[in-house]
Every structure is written in C-alpha cells, then in structure tokens.
C-alpha cells in the first residue's frame, strides 16, 4: 500500500492570516488537495492562534465528512487541556502529540519519554477511549521507540528535520536516513506504525520511502505549500502522490 498523503494546511492559514481577509481560503485549498487525491488534512493550532485558528478545526471536519467521508483529519499540537478540548470538540481520526513551546516556529524535536511518559500515558488514554489514533512526535532515537510503546500511542511521527536539512549534504542524509531507518525498525519491533514529518520535499522523499516502505502517512505543510505557489496545489498535491505512488 502507497504511503498516504495527509496535507499541512498551517502554512496556508499563515499567508491568510497577514490580512484581515478570507483568502487564500483554509477550506478551499483543502478541498482541492483532496480532491486531487490527498489521503487527508493535517492542522497544529497553536494557542496563539498565528495560523490554524481554532474556529478553522469545525470547518475542516465538516469539510471531511460531507464531501470527503474517507479522507482523515489529523490535529496535532501539544497536549494542554485547551488542546485537548478542541480535539474533542472536532473528532480527528488522529491525534498527533508534539512537545511544542508555545513560542516555537515550527516543530524541532521529539518527546523526552523518560520525563513525559505519564502525562502523556494519561492524555493518550482519554484521547483513545474517545475512539482517536494516537501518534508521538520521536527524534530518530531507536532506544526510544519501546519507551513511546509504554505510552499506550498507536503510532510514532519520525522527526524528518535533520534528514530533510541536508539538502545539499548528500553524506550527511545518507547519515540521517540510517537513523530513521533504525527508529522505524525499533518502531515496527515495538508494535507501533510509523508516519513521517516535517522539511520533506518531492526530492529527498522518494529515497526516504525506499528506505522505510512502510511509512503509512507522512504530513507535509511547508515544502508543499511552497510548491503550491509555482505549481498551484492540484500540481503540488500530484507531484507528492507520484512520488509516494499513489
């Protein structure tokens, strides 16, 4: 089976967000995504609300299930009680966890399962009783991958930054995609699936995919974004299936 697609719309609702206007439209580029074949739409609402806005989350899942009954909505974001509200409120298929400072650009690494193993045992388990998938953000650390399965989560995020930062460095990714490639195995020997995230790009994806045929989701925001803006997001959305052939 291809690895699904499921499209960051956070970048999107950023360029929104410069003005006191409607467009680019959150929904409306979501609908072509899916409509061009993405598997699903990824949203990270952060408390300050710079880009996803907290009233975007009913109309994304409104937009899934009246048109788009199979696509998944995926909400990511670090697991304070407000975030857990607003996941409970709009009913993702998944729940992503991230240990995000509120003040941090993007997300650049993964959790400290040592440190937050309870809390995020306790939250995974609400978040699953209310019948989501559960997936953890983890840095490419294989030791980790029994200490996340602890947590009760479903599936692992594999951080991609440092592997997708070596654009020009061809032996530094060859360094990087080795480290994946141990974390997912540890990831797959614990029991848990694994998705992918965060700089990759219709270059370095395709060896990524070779290297770990598995990956049942990768979430991908900016890099596609930026695409969008030469290709329109139709041409962006198709160069990204072909290269997970889907």
């Not at 967000?17 to 993405?38: F, H, I, K």
């Not at 952060?46 to 994304?60: A, K, M, V, W």
């Not at 040592?114 to 998938?133: F, N, Y």
């Not at 995919?209 to 290709?231: F, N, Q, W, Y």
Request: glycine share 10%; proline share 7%.
């Amino acid at each position: 089976m291809a690895t699904a697609l499921s499209v960051n719309l956070n970048a999107v609702a950023q360029i929104r967000n410069r003005r006191d206007l409607p467009w680019p439209s959150v929904t409306g580029l979501g609908r072509t995504a899916m409509r061009c074949g993405a598997h699903g739409l990824t949203v990270h609402p952060r408390p300050d609300q710079r880009h996803i806005r907290f009233s975007d989350l009913p109309d994304i899942r409104k937009l899934l299930d009246q048109e788009f009954p199979d696509g998944e909505f995926n909400i990511e974001g670090y697991p304070t009680p407000q975030f857990v509200d607003l996941v409970m409120d709009n009913q993702p298929d998944q729940v992503t966890l991230v240990p995000d400072d509120p003040a941090q650009a993007t997300s650049d690494h993964g959790w400290d399962f040592r440190k937050d193993g309870a809390m995020l045992a306790d939250v995974i388990g609400t978040l699953k009783a209310a019948g989501m998938r559960v997936s953890v953000f983890v840095n490419p650390e294989p030791a980790d991958m029994a200490l996340a399965r602890g947590t009760g989560t479903d599936r692992v995020e594999l951080y991609t930054g440092p592997y997708g930062a070596c654009f020009h460095d061809e032996p530094g990714a060859d360094v990087q995609l080795k480290l994946l490639i141990d974390t997912a195995r540890a990831a797959r020997e614990s029991g848990l699936g694994v998705n992918a995230g965060h700089d990759l790009t219709v270059d370095n994806l395709p060896a990524l995919c070779r290297a770990i045929p598995d990956i049942a989701e990768v979430s991908i925001g900016h890099a596609l974004t930026a695409l969008a803006l030469e290709h329109g997001m139709a041409g962006a959305v198709k160069q990204y299936l072909n290269v997970l052939g889907g």
